[in-house]
């Protein structure tokens, strides 16, 4: 009896210590999130990903009880904004709008300081948006079979405008003229304004660009659009044809954004995150805002957004290598 009693108090001490930590950790889970969440934006302020990200963000607030503090981080490639995130806790205050920028630089750079597929922990989709093939509205190119018939008819002369290399947009020209096996010069500029004015002043005679900054240009009759890049008609443009629809076979290309998080993140946060995340893209206003943006509301899990990733690896590194763009 004397050496199986202190046994059994032992067990009874242990007991006793372990169990009234249980609810303490269960409480801790539920807490989040118990203070403000930053959610770094790896582009600059009054574009598609940062008014995208703000408005997902408002909701989020609202349905989290904390503030979503929008943190604008531009640089080439959205390297410095994923690296602030891949270097925070894993705790679920600090997000990456993640978008098909981190795609593409998996392979237009040698050398990440992060691994985008291993570093961080997929929070779900937030929204698709198309690119577009644009004219000025004087161009004497009505259709894309116009022009490529022309293109094809005066080999090496005509000019597609794109913002810089490596750019969704310069590899979407990129992908045009490997699909359709044209001879064109692409032609980088430093920033959208500037392929607005070439395209404009007809500079270049065609040019690919994001279609929600540029929708107003459409609608007031400056531009024109030939056809929309992805795998649907765009409501607000409906007699403008898909890519695949105007004779360019197996073409598509659409830009995307979402969240994600420093990689060992708790599942029970990331599903939080996920839900808040799916409920703000429900919200009409939220729904509402992103369509006049362009942006197609499209939320989903962690999972579909990791296969959507390297799917999206995948389809670029192979554009890359086609049209010989050598790593930064």
């Known amino acids: 009896m004397s050496t199986r009693t202190p046994r059994i108090r032992r067990r009874q001490l242990l007991a006793g210590l372990l169990l009234p930590t249980v609810p303490g950790l269960a409480r801790a889970q539920a807490a989040f999130p118990d203070k403000p969440i930053t959610l770094v934006v790896p582009f600059g302020p009054g574009g598609i990903a940062d008014l995208t990200a703000r408005a997902v963000a408002q909701q989020m607030s609202a349905t989290l009880k904390v503030p979503v503090v929008i943190d604008n981080k531009p640089s080439a490639g959205s390297i410095v904004g994923s690296q602030a995130v891949a270097q925070a806790a894993p705790d679920g205050h600090t997000l990456l709008l993640m978008s098909n920028a981190n795609a593409v630089s998996a392979s237009l750079f040698r050398k990440l300081p992060f691994d985008v597929q291993k570093d961080f922990a997929p929070v779900g989709q937030l929204g698709v948006f198309d690119l577009a093939l644009f004219v000025a509205d004087g161009s ?189």
């Open 140 to 328: 004497r190119y009505k259709t894309v079979r116009e022009l490529l018939d022309d293109a094809r008819a005066r080999p090496g002369k005509l000019t597609l405008g794109t913002i810089a290399v490596g750019s969704t947009q310069q590899l979407s020209a990129e992908l045009f003229k490997a699909r359709t096996g044209i001879d064109v010069v692409i032609v980088p500029y430093k920033g959208t304004p500037a392929v607005l004015t070439a395209l404009r002043s007809g500079e270049v005679d065609a040019a690919f660009e994001i279609l929600g900054p540029w929708l107003g240009q459409v609608q007031a009759r400056t531009l024109r659009a030939l056809a929309v890049t992805g795998d649907r008609r765009f409501a607000a443009l409906p007699e403008v044809p898909t890519m695949r629809e105007a004779g360019v076979a197996d073409y598509e290309v659409a830009s995307w954004n979402a969240l994600a998080a420093k990689a060992k993140t708790p599942p029970a946060v990331i599903d939080k995150l996920n839900a808040a995340a799916n409920e703000a893209l429900k919200t009409p206003a939220v729904a509402d805002k992103l369509l006049s943006l362009g942006v197609r509301p499209q939320g989903g899990t962690p999972a579909q957004l990791q296969q959507l990733l390297a799917r999206e690896i995948a389809h670029w590194r192979a554009v890359i290598t086609a049209a010989k763009i050598e790593p930064e």
